[in-house]
T-cell receptor, first 115, second 112 residues
Framework: AQSVTQPDIHITVSEGASLELRCNYS??????LFWYVQSPGQGLQLLLK??????LVQGIKGFEAEFKRSQSSFNLRKPSVHWSDAAEYFC?????????????FGKGTKLSVKP | EAQVTQNPRYLITVTGKKLTVTCSQN?????MSWYRQDPGLGLRQIYY???????DKGDVPEGYKVSRKEKRNFPLILESPSPNQTSLYFC???????????FGSGTRLTVV
């Protein structure tokens, strides 16, 4: 069964600093990988996704993520954080085979941004 | 506007009183899913559906029922709610496995 680990529960960065949120997954084959963002009191918004092709994927709001098969990781990055990026971020893995629609989420990383 | 609509947004009920949370999508998506979100636990999948009349259990299906009689609707049914089902619930839909889910705005349920 697939699983997702986000090692950092809470991260604080200064506005303008770079950001990297970690995500490690466990799955037997190459899964579908996603990053979502949830602002306070809101639903989840898809930032980016990966299945195959270029291992560096670009998303919305200036985010990017890099798939590293050897490390089973899919870390999210942003070169310069804005105060509006403060939110909770979720990594998710979906099975490329087997049960379709079964999308597993990590427990999330809460991002705080210092002025 | 393409969206997933859940109702109600907020609900307070008593233990044992059957309730239904509705979910509807207007994007002709094949896949639909229900999640619950609890502090420190992230999102956990309750049930999902790959098409009309095709559903499967997620990680936490106990105490919940679903049905998919029409493509656009995927209601979540709590036959006998208990306080441990107090949570924030999200419905989501997706065109395909790899396209990612579009989420509704959530339903905050309190069972007393």
């Amino acid at each position: 069964a697939q699983s997702v680990t986000q090692p950092d529960i809470h991260i604080t960065v200064s506005e303008g600093a770079s950001l990297e949120l970690r995500c490690n997954y466990s799955y037997g084959a190459t899964p579908y990988l996603f990053w979502y963002v949830q602002s306070p009191g809101q639903g989840l918004q898809l930032l980016l996704k990966y299945f195959s092709g270029d291992t560096l994927v670009q998303g919305i709001k200036g985010f990017e993520a890099e798939f590293k098969r050897s490390q089973s990781s899919f870390n999210l990055r942003k070169p310069s954080v804005h105060w509006s990026d403060a939110a909770e971020y979720f990594c998710a893995v979906g099975a490329a085979g087997g049960s379709q629609g079964n999308l597993i989420f990590g427990k999330g990383t809460k991002l705080s941004v210092k002025p | 506007e393409a969206q997933v609509t859940q109702n109600p947004r907020y609900l307070i009920t008593v233990t044992g009183k059957k309730l239904t949370v509705t979910c509807s999508q207007n994007m002709n998506h094949e896949y639909m899913s229900w999640y619950r979100q609890d502090p420190g636990l992230g999102l956990r999948q309750i049930y999902y559906s790959m098409n009309v009349e095709v559903t499967d259990k997620g990680d936490v299906p106990e105490g919940y029922k679903v049905s998919r009689k029409e493509k656009r609707n995927f209601p979540l049914i709590l036959e006998s709610p208990s306080p441990n089902q107090t949570s924030l619930y999200f419905c989501a839909s997706s065109l395909s496995r790899g396209s990612g889910y579009t989420f509704g705005s959530g339903t905050r349920l309190t069972v007393v």
